[in-house]
C-alpha cells in the first residue's frame, strides 16, 4: 500500500532500545577499540546540525558519557549504537540529518548487537564490506540516507540478525546470491526504495522467521519464487513497483498469516492463483497495474478479513464473482481497466461497510443492481465507460449519501434528474453521454459540488444565474456541448474563505460568447487557476491582460476564439505557464519576448494569426508549425528576416 509503517517501526524500536540502554549498569570503562572506532566514525562526519555526537569526547568514557552509546558492563565492549535522525525527544519528535560516510572501523565493534544510523538522510558512500563481522549483530538500519553502491556479499554472515533496514538509498546491484541462507532469524527484511536489480533469490524461503518483506521501488526482474510460500510466518509482503515478470506462484496460498499482500505496478502475467482463497488473514490486496488475465477465482470470497480489493489496470476477465459479496469487511473495491462482462453481481449489496466501488472501464452491462441501494456507506461509485445502456440515473440512487458519482459514458440520455439538487455529491461526472436540455436553475442548490464534468453532451442556451451559487466549484468541464452566452456567469461565482477557488476550467467547443472579462485575473475566485481552456468559441475582443496575474497558470488555451488585438507582454507574469496555445485567431502585432522564454514553458503556438515581426530568440524548440500561417512572421524556426 501506499502507506508504508517503516518510520514509525523504526520509533518503536528507537525506544525500545534506548530503554535499554539505560536499564545497563556500568562497571568497565569502553574498551579502546570500540572507542577508536568511533571516533573514526565521528571524524568522517562533515556536518552534524543537532550535535547528535556532540558527547563523543576522546579520552571521556564512551559508555558512561557519549549519547547514543551502550556497552556490556562486564568487559566494556560497545553493544549498542543509537543516533538516528528521527527520534523522540520529551514525547516531540526530532527530525534531523547527519552529512558524512560509515567508518569500515564500525567493523571492530565486535559485540555490537544494535546500529541504527537510520533516517539521517545525507550518509554517503558505500556500506562498508567490514560490517560483515559484526557477527553478533541482531537490528541493523541504516535506512533513509543517500547510500550508494551494492550490498556488500560480507553480511550473509550476520546469523543472528533479526531486522535488517536498507531501505530509501540508492543501492545498485543484485541481491548477494547467498545472502539470506544463514539470516535464519530474521524478522523484518526491508529493502524498498533502492535500484536494486537481478532476481530475488529463491533462499529467500529459508528465513522461515521473516514477518515483514518490503523490495517496493527497485528494479528487480525475473519472478516471484515459488519458495515465497514457506515463509509462514510472513505478515506483509511488499514487491511494487518493479519489474518482476511471470506468474503469481501458487504457493502463495501457504501464507496463512499474511495481512497485505502489494504486487502491484510489476510485469505479472497469468491468472490469479485460486489458492488465494487460503490467506484468511489478508486484509489489504493490491495486484493492480500488471498484466493479469483470466477471472478472479470464486475462493476469493473466503477472504472475510480483506478491506481493500485494488485489480484495477490488469486484463481480467469474466464475470464478477459472486462470492464478492461474502467478504464481509471490504471498504473499497477497485477493478477499473479490466475486460470484465457480464452483470454487476447483486451480492455486492451485502457488504455493508463499503465505501468506495469503482468498476469503471470495463465492459460490464445493465442494469445496475437496485439491490445497492442498501449500501448505505457507499460514498464513491464510479461505473465509468462500461456499455450500461442506463438511459436515466437510477433513482434508488438518492438514496446514498454519495460524495462521489461517476457515470461518464454510460448510455445516459435525457434530462438531468432534479433529486440531484438535494443530493450531497461533491464529485459529479457525467460525461460523455446524450444529456439534452438546458442546465435547470436548481444546479445552483448543488453546494457541495467541488467537481462538476458534463462535458460531451448536448446541453445548450445559457447557464442560469444559480450556477453562481456553487461556491464550492474547484473544477468545471462543459468543454463539447452547445451551450451560449456570456461567460461572466462562470467567472464571477461565488467562492468560500478556502475553498471554491477554480483549479481548472474547460468551456472549449460550445457557442460562448466574449468578450473575456478584461479583469478575469483579478477575480479572488480565479488566483489558484491552474488550467483555462476557452477555445473554440466566438468569444471575439482581446486577451486580457489581467491573465498575467494568474500566479498559478500552466494551462492557456484560446484557439479560435476570433480574438484580435495583440498578445499582451503581461502573460509573461504567469511564471508557472506551460502551455499557451492562441492559434486560428486574428491576432497582430509581435510576439513579446517574455513569454517565448517562460522557465515552464513547453508547448506554445500562435498559427494561423496576422503576427509579424521577428519571432524572438527562445530556448526550447517550438516547431515551425506553431508559427505557421502568420505571413508577417520571420526568424527561426521560419525563414530568416529580411533586411
Given at each position: 500500500m501506499a502507506n508504508h509503517p517503516t518510520k514509525y517501526l523504526i520509533i518503536l524500536l528507537v525506544f525500545h532500545f534506548n530503554s535499554f540502554e539505560f536499564g545497563i549498569r556500568q562497571s568497565r570503562a569502553c574498551h579502546p577499540t570500540d572507542s577508536e572506532a568511533l571516533l573514526d566514525f565521528k571524524r568522517r562526519i562533515t556536518s552534524d546540525p543537532l550535535k547528535l555526537l556532540h558527547s563523543w569526547i576522546p579520552h571521556k568514557d564512551c559508555c558512561t558519557t557519549w549519547e547514543g552509546i551502550a556497552c556490556d558492563p562486564s568487559s566494556g565492549r560497545v553493544l549498542n549504537?543509537?543516533?538516528?535522525?528521527?527520534?523522540?525527544?520529551?514525547?516531540?519528535?526530532?527530525?534531523?540529518?547527519?552529512?558524512?560516510?560509515?567508518?569500515?572501523?564500525?567493523?571492530?565493534?565486535?559485540?555490537?548487537?544494535?546500529?541504527?544510523?537510520?533516517?539521517?538522510?545525507?550518509?554517503?558512500?558505500?556500506?562498508?564490506?567490514?560490517?560483515?563481522?559484526?557477527?553478533?549483530?541482531?537490528?541493523?538500519?541504516?535506512?533513509?540516507?543517500?547510500?550508494?553502491?551494492?550490498?556488500?556479499?560480507?553480511?550473509?554472515?550476520?546469523?543472528?540478525?533479526?531486522?535488517?533496514?536498507?531501505?530509501?538509498?540508492?543501492?545498485?546491484?543484485?541481491?548477494?546470491?547467498?545472502?539470506?541462507?544463514?539470516m535464519t532469524s530474521l524478522s523484518q527484511l526491508w529493502l524498498a526504495e533502492n535500484m536494486l536489480s537481478g532476481s530475488i533469490p529463491p533462499s529467500i524461503g529459508t528465513m522461515l522467521e521473516l514477518r515483514y518483506l518490503d523490495f517496493h521501488e527497485n528494479n528487480f526482474s525475473g519472478s516471484v519464487p515459488e519458495s515465497i510460500g514457506r515463509l509462514q510466518n510472513l505478515v506483509r509482503l511488499d514487491m511494487s513497483k518493479n519489474q518482476l515478470s511471470g506468474p503469481i506462484p501458487s504457493s502463495i496460498g501457504n501464507l496463512s498469516n499474511l495481512m497485505e499482500l502489494d504486487l502491484n505496478n510489476n510485469r505479472l502475467h497469468g491468472s490469479i492463483p485460486p489458492s488465494i482463497g487460503n490467506m484468511k488473514s489478508l486484509e489489504f490486496i493490491v495486484l493492480s497495474d500488471n498484466a493479469l488475465s483470466g477471472p478472479i477465482p470464486s475462493s476469493i470470497g473466503n477472504l472475510r478479513k480483506v478491506r481493500s480489493l485494488i485489480l484495477e489496470n490488469n486484463n481480467l476477465s469474466g464475470n464478477i464473482p459472486t462470492t464478492i459479496g461474502n467478504m464481509a469487511s471490504l471498504v473499497s473495491i477497485y477493478l477499473s481497466n479490466n475486460t470484465f462482462t457480464g452483470k454487476i453481481p447483486p451480492t455486492l449489496s451485502r457488504l455493508e461497510n463499503l465505501l468506495t466501488l469503482d468498476l469503471s472501464n470495463n465492459r460490464l452491462s445493465g442494469p445496475i443492481p437496485p439491490e445497492l441501494a442498501t449500501n448505505h456507506n457507499l460514498q464513491d461509485l464510479d461505473l465509468s465507460s462500461n456499455p450500461l445502456s442506463l438511459h436515466t440515473i437510477p433513482p434508488w440512487l438518492q438514496k446514498l449519501s454519495l460524495f462521489r458519482l461517476e457515470l461518464r459514458n454510460t448510455g445516459l440520455v435525457g434530462h438531468l434528474p432534479e433529486w440531484l439538487s438535494s443530493s450531497s455529491v461533491s464529485t459529479l461526472d457525467l460525461s460523455g453521454n446524450s444529456l439534452t436540455g438546458k442546465l435547470p436553475g436548481w444546479i445552483g442548490n448543488m453546494t457541495n459540488l467541488s467537481f462538476l464534468n458534463l462535458s460531451n453532451n448536448k446541453f445548450h442556451s445559457s447557464l442560469p444565474h444559480q450556477f453562481q451559487n456553487l461556491s464550492g466549484l474547484s473544477d468545471l468541464d462543459l468543454h463539447s456541448n452547445m451551450l451560449s452566452g456570456r461567460l461572466t456567469r462562470v467567472f464571477s461565482k461565488a467562492a468560500g474563505f478556502a475553498l471554491g477557488h477554480f483549479n481548472s476550467i474547460d468551456l472549449s467547443h460550445n457557442n460562448f460568447s466574449g468578450p473575456i472579462d478584461a479583469g478575469i485575473g483579478n477575480l479572488s475566485v480565479m488566483g489558484s487557476l491552474g488550467s483555462l481552456i476557452l477555445s473554440h468559441n466566438p468569444l471575439g475582443g482581446k486577451i486580457p491582460e489581467s491573465l498575467g496575474k494568474l500566479g498559478y497558470l500552466q494551462v492557456l488555451k484560446l484557439e479560435g476564439n476570433n480574438l484580435s488585438g495583440e498578445i499582451p507582454e503581461e502573460l509573461a507574469e504567469a511564471k508557472l505557464l506551460e502551455t499557451v496555445v492562441l492559434s486560428e485567431n486574428g491576432l497582430s502585432g509581435k510576439i513579446p519576448e517574455g513569454i517565448l522564454n517562460l522557465g515552464h514553458l513547453s508547448e506554445f503556438n500562435v498559427s494561423r494569426n496576422r503576427l509579424s515581426g521577428k519571432i524572438p530568440l527562445h530556448k526550447i524548440k517550438i516547431p515551425a508549425s506553431s508559427f505557421a500561417g502568420n505571413p508577417g512572421l520571420c526568424g527561426a524556426p521560419l525563414a530568416p528576416c529580411k533586411d
Amino acid at each position: 500500500m501506499a502507506n508504508h509503517p517503516t518510520k514509525y517501526l523504526i520509533i518503536l524500536l528507537v525506544f525500545h532500545f534506548n530503554s535499554f540502554e539505560f536499564g545497563i549498569r556500568q562497571s568497565r570503562a569502553c574498551h579502546p577499540t570500540d572507542s577508536e572506532a568511533l571516533l573514526d566514525f565521528k571524524r568522517r562526519i562533515t556536518s552534524d546540525p543537532l550535535k547528535l555526537l556532540h558527547s563523543w569526547i576522546p579520552h571521556k568514557d564512551c559508555c558512561t558519557t557519549w549519547e547514543g552509546i551502550a556497552c556490556d558492563p562486564s568487559s566494556g565492549r560497545v553493544l549498542n549504537l543509537t543516533r538516528p535522525g528521527l527520534y523522540s525527544d520529551s514525547d516531540s519528535p526530532v527530525d534531523t540529518s547527519m552529512s558524512g560516510t560509515l567508518s569500515p572501523f564500525l567493523g571492530n565493534l565486535s559485540s555490537l548487537q544494535v546500529l541504527n544510523l537510520g533516517n539521517l538522510k545525507n550518509l554517503k558512500g558505500h556500506i562498508p564490506s567490514e560490517l560483515g563481522k559484526l557477527t553478533k549483530l541482531r537490528h541493523m538500519f541504516l535506512n533513509s540516507n543517500d547510500l550508494e553502491g551494492s550490498i556488500p556479499s560480507s553480511i550473509e554472515g550476520l546469523s543472528q540478525l533479526q531486522s535488517l533496514f536498507l531501505s530509501n538509498n540508492h543501492l545498485t546491484g543484485p541481491i548477494p546470491q547467498n545472502l539470506f541462507k544463514k539470516m535464519t532469524s530474521l524478522s523484518q527484511l526491508w529493502l524498498a526504495e533502492n535500484m536494486l536489480s537481478g532476481s530475488i533469490p529463491p533462499s529467500i524461503g529459508t528465513m522461515l522467521e521473516l514477518r515483514y518483506l518490503d523490495f517496493h521501488e527497485n528494479n528487480f526482474s525475473g519472478s516471484v519464487p515459488e519458495s515465497i510460500g514457506r515463509l509462514q510466518n510472513l505478515v506483509r509482503l511488499d514487491m511494487s513497483k518493479n519489474q518482476l515478470s511471470g506468474p503469481i506462484p501458487s504457493s502463495i496460498g501457504n501464507l496463512s498469516n499474511l495481512m497485505e499482500l502489494d504486487l502491484n505496478n510489476n510485469r505479472l502475467h497469468g491468472s490469479i492463483p485460486p489458492s488465494i482463497g487460503n490467506m484468511k488473514s489478508l486484509e489489504f490486496i493490491v495486484l493492480s497495474d500488471n498484466a493479469l488475465s483470466g477471472p478472479i477465482p470464486s475462493s476469493i470470497g473466503n477472504l472475510r478479513k480483506v478491506r481493500s480489493l485494488i485489480l484495477e489496470n490488469n486484463n481480467l476477465s469474466g464475470n464478477i464473482p459472486t462470492t464478492i459479496g461474502n467478504m464481509a469487511s471490504l471498504v473499497s473495491i477497485y477493478l477499473s481497466n479490466n475486460t470484465f462482462t457480464g452483470k454487476i453481481p447483486p451480492t455486492l449489496s451485502r457488504l455493508e461497510n463499503l465505501l468506495t466501488l469503482d468498476l469503471s472501464n470495463n465492459r460490464l452491462s445493465g442494469p445496475i443492481p437496485p439491490e445497492l441501494a442498501t449500501n448505505h456507506n457507499l460514498q464513491d461509485l464510479d461505473l465509468s465507460s462500461n456499455p450500461l445502456s442506463l438511459h436515466t440515473i437510477p433513482p434508488w440512487l438518492q438514496k446514498l449519501s454519495l460524495f462521489r458519482l461517476e457515470l461518464r459514458n454510460t448510455g445516459l440520455v435525457g434530462h438531468l434528474p432534479e433529486w440531484l439538487s438535494s443530493s450531497s455529491v461533491s464529485t459529479l461526472d457525467l460525461s460523455g453521454n446524450s444529456l439534452t436540455g438546458k442546465l435547470p436553475g436548481w444546479i445552483g442548490n448543488m453546494t457541495n459540488l467541488s467537481f462538476l464534468n458534463l462535458s460531451n453532451n448536448k446541453f445548450h442556451s445559457s447557464l442560469p444565474h444559480q450556477f453562481q451559487n456553487l461556491s464550492g466549484l474547484s473544477d468545471l468541464d462543459l468543454h463539447s456541448n452547445m451551450l451560449s452566452g456570456r461567460l461572466t456567469r462562470v467567472f464571477s461565482k461565488a467562492a468560500g474563505f478556502a475553498l471554491g477557488h477554480f483549479n481548472s476550467i474547460d468551456l472549449s467547443h460550445n457557442n460562448f460568447s466574449g468578450p473575456i472579462d478584461a479583469g478575469i485575473g483579478n477575480l479572488s475566485v480565479m488566483g489558484s487557476l491552474g488550467s483555462l481552456i476557452l477555445s473554440h468559441n466566438p468569444l471575439g475582443g482581446k486577451i486580457p491582460e489581467s491573465l498575467g496575474k494568474l500566479g498559478y497558470l500552466q494551462v492557456l488555451k484560446l484557439e479560435g476564439n476570433n480574438l484580435s488585438g495583440e498578445i499582451p507582454e503581461e502573460l509573461a507574469e504567469a511564471k508557472l505557464l506551460e502551455t499557451v496555445v492562441l492559434s486560428e485567431n486574428g491576432l497582430s502585432g509581435k510576439i513579446p519576448e517574455g513569454i517565448l522564454n517562460l522557465g515552464h514553458l513547453s508547448e506554445f503556438n500562435v498559427s494561423r494569426n496576422r503576427l509579424s515581426g521577428k519571432i524572438p530568440l527562445h530556448k526550447i524548440k517550438i516547431p515551425a508549425s506553431s508559427f505557421a500561417g502568420n505571413p508577417g512572421l520571420c526568424g527561426a524556426p521560419l525563414a530568416p528576416c529580411k533586411d
